[in-house]
């Protein structure tokens, strides 16, 4: 869905560099997540928000922050990249439980 | 928490044939299991979902079937069509209090 945005669509960094994601929704979920996406690997949770005040960390989240900025918007850091970062990123909405993720495009991104 | 095996990895049917994908899921508290297309380069897309008080569920070509009682449900293609050469995604809900879990992705290749 284009309601679901996810800026840059690339990104090529650095190893130790600091890196955000950032998403942002117009469909009026409250619930939001980022998964990573790795070849064989398929969609691994790595944060996820149910509102503006609540963060959960997913099955791998180690190495990763979130923010949940407004309700809208809900970014991912990378406070020291490394190259086994290197991945597939993908931000979804959920209106509630037991209903669709909706995605966004996702954000390649390369660490070196 | 959620674990979802899929299988096979890797399908490759021809044209016209059916194909089917299989998923188990180890929560017997899910009760919402949606499965996602996607294309290369391009985000997941819902394409049916069955909630844990339906056994079947059809649309056109697509049919998804549950059983509780083992824990596993599957997708079946008919009259397979180059177009639906793809990724597919399973996944598995508990409760919605730790979003959606997937399974590794099953290659379907339709041969001409």
């Known amino acids: 869905d284009a309601d679901v945005t996810q800026t840059p669509r690339n990104r090529i960094t650095k190893t130790g560099k600091r890196i955000m994601l950032e998403c942002s929704q117009t469909k009026g979920h409250d619930r939001m997540y980022w998964y990573r996406q790795d070849p064989g690997l398929g969609l691994r949770l790595i944060y996820y928000?149910?509102?503006?005040?609540?963060?959960n960390k997913g099955e791998i989240s180690d190495g990763y922050s979130v923010s949940r900025q407004a309700q809208a918007k809900f970014s991912l850091s990378l406070e020291s990249a490394i190259p086994n970062q290197t991945a597939l990123y993908f931000c979804?909405?959920?209106?509630?439980?037991?209903?669709?993720?909706?995605f966004g495009n996702g954000t390649r991104l390369t660490v070196t | 928490g959620e674990n979802v095996e899929q299988h096979p990895s890797t399908l490759s049917v021809q044209e016209g044939d059916s194909a089917v994908i299989k998923c188990t899921y180890s929560d017997s508290a899910s009760n919402y299991f949606p499965w996602y297309k996607q294309e290369l380069g391009k985000r997941p897309q819902l394409i049916i979902d069955i909630r844990s008080n339906v056994g079947e569920k059809k649309d056109q070509r697509i049919a998804v079937t549950l059983n509780k009682t083992a824990k596993h449900f599957s997708l079946h293609i008919t009259e397979t069509q180059p177009e639906d050469s793809a990724v597919y995604f399973c996944?598995?809900?508990?409760?919605?209090?730790?979003?959606?879990?997937f399974g590794k992705g099953t290659h379907l290749i339709i041969q001409p």
């Open positions: 979804a909405t959920q209106m509630g439980g037991a209903s669709p993720l909706h």
């Open positions: 928000s149910f509102d503006v005040k609540d963060i």
């Open positions: 996944a598995a809900t508990g409760g919605g209090a730790d979003g959606l879990t």
